[in-house]
């Protein structure tokens, strides 16, 4: 009589501690993940966001659909603009394949560098359509990008290719302007 | 450019001194702006992130010049730039010497003011404030210059009075790379720098380094009629900076400069022993300066919330002067420890030891003495400790305590508290609060230092030389300082930004210059003189001879017997205008009223000297324009009300500069300085025996060329 409860006991302390066990790992994958942007890709995120306010499309835009690629670490933090409203309009921010129709689903277009895409394929794509696209890497904007995030000592820069910008008939605001470097 | 965004440095040391917002594990940085976004310092991705705090929520009266604004503005000294800072004023007494100061007290001996350079302190002991000509770096190596206004002393310690200017170094990761820089012109005869970065050790270890070399020669400034001063300067400086890891917790840095080089300002001296002689004019003596310094740093970061720190400083100085050649070895250790407690605290406290050997010789003019007796040697110490706990109250309110305790070779322990409040109001609208106590310690100067010769009665009616000795006095107390403060900023649809602040000073315990009645030249006679501003009250003269005297000296000490309250108002304003001109304007309005003892033989003279010092009105507009194809104009112009101590009145400057971006790394410049005016008297003082000269306009290229 007294052994049943015991192993009964047993049985919900082991269930409990595989419980409490399996809890605590995905609270660890969990905080990994979060913790696995770096204050870099956060940095690049957030100045994204700001520079979606500092952007005019030729076209009425209602809803902001912000394109991401490849698997990157920074994917994560865009995926945090997702929701947020940037001058009156709603950001969605979703996955696409570099064969997908960008210029018809995509706003802006975010191609990390260490992605390995094939960035020629893709310009070629969204040839002077205005759909705004960010990089991370010099090489970027001689490719035909036209804003790049770059990592200069402990600092991100702004560059702009003015010429890749005009081409598409954007226009950028002042606040973006007064702190990036132009290129032509 | 940023002026936004606290840098980190600030958040790795002062930014303890203010009210911060605290940046949590999940900010996600989307709130901030772009011009903060770009400032923003990425750590080491396992290194601790201490807060990063925005200058917009900062409950402390702070101002950064960026590297920006020192390329853009053309200037080539340090001190120059800290002209754009509202708030201060900086007045050129001869071509290498400076008076900076904050919230009044505009003196050579501006020692209510704390300078630092990465971490470094370059306040002179035996002078009593900064000897500008020596401090220097190769300008393109900094990354900023922060300055707080008012007392930053809970943190930095005494002599952080009425302000702090933190002068900061590029990481040695950012100056990758070979820069030349060289140039010249009518007063910049010739510059050149050179400096090269490189990396070293694995990968793990993320070793960087950099090396530079820097030489200027600098022609003089003018006399009254308009030849030429012979105060020129020339300086030779080499330094490095190197840093590491060991393992992912722990970082290194190591760094150094030695620099060498002389200047000549002219002198005004009396000499004891040539009595017949009078007052001489010396414009032919040099003044060759050298020194060298080493800065160890070590910072170990087990985790996000808690990192030790510990920074050990070397600095040798020696300085040929024609009044006295003093060397002086200082060492200097701090430790400090961060931690994040129950998640709302962010407490930072440290203890530091200071020790400084000084031997001098060739006391002429200026003499060191032990009681009474001439001395060679001497050895000081300083102990501290302080502490700070940043308090997020809420998420929109912030209160920041601090204390340091310390303790002195001349007055003992020393307690300077401060409280500091935030709030956050909206996210672009921030309004805070502080109260502060601040002391400035006596240095050896007003302890232990003689002057004789150098200081001369300006308005004297005598036919004979007529000037003041003046001797430390052991027993001078601190000067006290309770400070309270106002602010308001406001971000304005993201291009334009306002910041004010008011502040209400009441000092205490001020020194101030007393007759005393013991002579110091040889072989002097004391008489009684009557004294003009008491009358008929005596003061004590001393001559050679009183039936024929050569000279009248009034021998002087100091004591603790003044008050003063100042206050004022200090308005900053940076609006982008478009895409490709920026306006920075600032102004500040400061009053001063000193108190002398009511029933004392104090003279009038003494409250005037301490109003008179500072200007009431001192303003900038500086303008920034980038223009198409690479070209780029900026203009600054800047206004400070008349100086009536120094007998200067109001002037306005004018400094225009062109530059070309002729590929991504090179760029070319024409700059002019103090323009469209022949020459310009900005100061005057009696008190070092330096001759006042006059600037002139100057010209100068330069090419900066990155590869």
Known sequence: MLTRPRTTHSVIHLATAIALVLIFAFLTFRAEAATAISKEEKIKAAMVFKITQSITWPQRISNLSVCLMGDENINLALKKMDGKLTEGRRISVTHKKTSAPLHRLCDMLYIPHASKLDLNAIMQRIGNYPLLTIGDSEQFLTQGGMIALIRTGSKVTITINRKAVDQANLKLGNALLGVARTIN | ?707
């Open chain 2, 1 to 707: 450019m940023s002026k936004r965004a606290l840098p980190s440095l600030l958040a790795a040391s002062i930014a303890l001194a203010t009210a911060v917002q605290a940046e949590t594990a999940d900010d996600d940085f989307f709130e901030y702006s772009l011009q903060e976004l770009i400032a923003l310092d990425i750590p080491d991705v396992t290194s601790v992130s201490r807060k990063q705090q925005r200058q917009m929520d900062s409950a402390a009266a702070i101002y950064v010049v960026t590297d920006e604004d020192i390329r853009r503005s053309g200037v080539t000294t340090i001190p120059d730039a800290l002209r754009m800072v509202p708030g201060l004023q900086v007045a050129k007494l001869n071509a290498n010497t400076w008076s900076v100061s904050s919230r009044g007290f505009n003196y050579v001996f501006a020692n209510k003011l704390l300078v630092l350079i990465d971490g470094r302190t370059i306040y002179s002991p035996m002078f009593s404030g900064v000897n500008w000509d020596v401090q220097d770096t190769m300008l393109e190596d900094i990354d900023r210059i922060e300055v707080i206004r008012g007392p930053g002393a809970a943190l930095w310690g005494s002599n952080a009075v009425n302000g702090v200017i933190n002068i900061i170094t590029k990481k040695a990761a950012d100056t990758q790379g070979s820069l030349i820089s060289a140039g010249g012109g009518s007063e910049e005869k010739a510059f050149g720098a050179y400096r090269y970065g490189g990396t070293f050790g694995s990968d793990r270890t993320e070793g960087f380094y950099r090396v530079y070399v820097k030489t200027f020669n600098r022609d003089g400034n003018a006399n009254a009629d308009g030849s030429d001063a012979r105060d020129d300067w020339k300086m030779d400086r080499a330094g490095f900076k190197a840093e590491w890891k060991t393992d992912d917790d722990t970082s290194w840095s190591f760094q150094g400069d030695i620099y060498e080089g002389t200047t000549r300002p002219a002198l005004m001296i009396f000499d004891e022993n040539q009595p017949a002689k009078g007052v001489q004019t010396f414009t032919d003596q040099d003044r060759d300066q050298k020194g060298g310094n080493l800065i160890g740093n070590w910072k170990f970061a087990p985790s996000d919330t808690s990192d030790y720190s510990i920074r050990a400083v070397y600095d040798n100085y020696q300085n040929f002067d024609y009044r006295i050649t003093e060397k002086r070895d200082t060492f200097e250790i701090e430790f400090q420890h961060y931690a994040k407690l129950w998640g709302s605290h962010d407490l930072v406290w440290g203890l530091s030891y200071r020790g400084t050997w000084y031997e001098v010789s060739d006391m002429r003019h200026i003499t060191l003495y032990d009681k009474n007796k001439m001395d060679k040697h001497r050895f000081d110490q300083l102990y501290s400790a302080f502490i700070q706990d940043d308090i997020t109250l809420t998420p929109d309110w912030t209160l920041t305590l601090s204390s340091r305790l310390e303790h002195n070779d001349y007055t003992g322990y020393e307690f300077q508290p401060n409280a500091r409040i935030a709030w956050k109001a909206t996210e672009n609208r921030t309004f805070w609060a502080a109260v502060s106590r601040a002391v400035k310690t006596p240095s050896v100067s007003e302890h232990a230092v003689e002057t004789k010769g150098i200081t001369f009665y300006r308005v004297g009616t005598l036919p004979i030389p007529t000037m003041f000795s003046i001797k430390g006095n052991d027993d001078v107390k601190s000067e006290k300082l309770t400070a309270f403060e106002l602010g308001y900023r406001e971000l304005f649809a993201d291009n334009l930004r306002i910041d004010i602040t008011g502040f209400y000073n009441e000092y205490k315990d001020l020194i101030q210059y007393i007759g005393s009645n013991q002579c110091v030249f040889n072989n002097a006679i004391a008489f009684p003189y009557p004294d003009t501003a008491n009358p008929p009250l005596t003061v004590t003269a001393c001559t050679n001879n009183p039936l024929n005297p050569a000279y009248l000296d009034f021998p002087t000490t100091f004591n603790n017997n003044l008050e003063a309250k100042t206050y004022g108002l200090e308005f900053a304003a940076d609006w982008q205008v478009n895409e490709w001109w920026k306006l920075q304007v600032n102004y500040s309005w400061l009053q001063v009223d000193a108190k002398r003892p009511k029933n004392g033989t104090i003279p009038q003279e003494n409250e005037n000297l301490i109003e008179d010092l500072s200007a009431h009105n001192v303003a900038n507009l500086r303008s920034s324009m980038n223009l198409p194809n690479g070209w780029y104009f900026d203009a600054w112009v800047r206004y400070i009300d008349n100086l009536k101590n120094a007998r200067v009145k109001a002037n306005t400057a004018l400094d225009l500069r062109i530059a070309k971006q002729i590929n991504e790394n090179i760029e070319v410049s024409l700059v002019g300085q103090n323009i469209f005016e022949n020459r310009r008297q900005e100061f005057t003082e009696s008190f070092t025996g330096i001759v006042p000269t006059q600037i002139e306009e100057s010209w100068y290229a330069q090419i900066r060329w990155q590869f």
